[in-house]
């Protein structure tokens, strides 16, 4: 009986302080709400050991909080969030912790696809970004069944960072953005190309405005010219008239066909140009095959520990994003902490836009405290 009245009211003192978090994000969110928030999880082994736990505790306590994190960054109305999981540097430790850390995001992968779960109370889909053939077979087939599993679900989206480095994306979207310029040259051996090799020549020729025909046309001509300075020398010989008559006609002759000659030139300098242009990789190629091509640049990247380092993280995406990286590690991670990045990532905005002037901005201070106040009074009653 006792069992059942604790049951009771932990779940109306847990439904109270839900109201009090909406009650807090109605207030945040009347001004601009971030559209995507990148967090580097830095912490849980210190914090494991600052407990006297487990090494691998710490990474527990780190998945509870990132599960108390993404519903706060739901309820606050933010679409995109992401998370640095594990970079391919962190299979340089040791063998032992890798093991232990694969089997835990297996199994944290799993429980995101239980029925009750926040993918599905928040409809989340859920992407895993990275070099996904480097993960064990288990922890890869289970966060492939976990992308397709959620593909229909279009609220909000969860970006899981594993087995990836930013340097790593970088170079996978060149190597990509070079094969689709080869793809784009229809290449084909044969006996008279330069080392075996011809490029489709008529066909690339009459797709960028060249006539082949013309080309043939100019060399008839210089042969036809050759011919009439023959004729010419076997005339002086006889008629002296005929000559004169003979030299002004191939004068233009020959001046016509050193315009075709020239035409020719110029359609196929032209033409190397526009080929040039066609295959040169552009910073668009380059963006299109970014794993993070899912998902605009993050608003914001928060970062745990205090640590202002990117690891290798999101370099090419957060060149414009402030960073906010509260002292805290990650397992101790909470509400206000969230609540101050999406204050910093508001002020940030305004600034840029210089739309806020300085009494407008002590009253949002004023209103800030207050919130941040609220929030950890609620987070010291029940996280």
């Not at 691998?56 to 994190?69: C, D, T, Y």
Request: charged fraction near 25%.
């Amino acid at each position: 009986m006792e069992k059942g009245n604790e049951g009771t009211t932990s779940r109306l003192f847990g439904r109270l302080c839900a109201i009090l978090r909406r009650c807090i994000f109605s207030i945040l969110s009347v001004g601009p709400v971030p559209n995507h928030i990148a967090f580097i999880m830095d912490g849980n082994r210190r914090y494991a050991k600052k407990r006297n736990l487990a090494e691998g505790n710490g990474h527990k306590a780190g998945f509870s909080a990132l599960r108390s994190i993404l519903r706060y960054c739901y309820e606050l109305g933010v679409k995109y969030a992401t998370v640095y999981a594990f970079s391919i540097d962190n299979f340089k430790r040791d063998p032992k912790e890798v093991n232990s850390l694969m089997d835990l995001m297996r199994e944290k992968i799993e429980e995101l696809l239980h029925q009750e779960s926040i993918l599905n109370e928040y409809g989340v889909r859920l992407y895993f970004i990275g070099n996904l053939q480097l993960l064990t077979e288990p922890v890869r087939a289970a966060a492939e069944k976990a992308m397709r599993v959620t593909s229909c679900n279009n609220q909000r989206v969860l970006l899981v960072c594993i087995a990836y480095t930013s340097r790593d994306e970088i170079v996978h979207a060149v190597q990509e953005s070079c094969k689709d310029k080869w793809l784009d040259v229809p290449a084909s051996k044969g006996p008279n190309g330069s080392n075996g090799v011809i490029v489709g020549i008529d066909d690339v020729l009459l797709r960028n405005g060249i006539d082949v025909h013309a080309e043939d046309l100019s060399i008839d001509l210089a042969s036809a010219a050759k011919a009439c300075t023959g004729a010419i020398e076997r005339a002086k010989e006889n008629d002296g008239g005929l000559v004169l008559c003979a030299q002004k006609h191939c004068d233009k002759f020959n001046e016509a066909g050193t315009k075709t000659c020239n035409g020719v030139t110029d359609r196929t300098e032209e033409s190397k140009s526009k080929q040039k242009e066609l295959h040169s990789i552009k910073l668009v190629d380059i963006e299109k095959h970014m794993y993070m091509a899912v998902a605009p640049d993050p608003d914001i990247l928060i970062r745990s520990s205090g640590e202002t380092r990117l690891s290798n993280f999101l370099l090419w995406q957060t060149s414009a994003c402030p960073l906010y990286s509260p002292t805290a590690l990650w397992p101790e991670i909470g509400l206000w902490h969230l609540n101050a990045a999406s204050y910093l990532e508001t002020i940030s905005e305004a600034e840029q836009m210089s739309r806020i002037t300085l009494h407008d901005r002590d009253l949002q201070s004023d209103l800030q405290k207050s919130v941040k106040t609220l929030a950890k009074v609620i987070e010291g009653l029940v996280f």
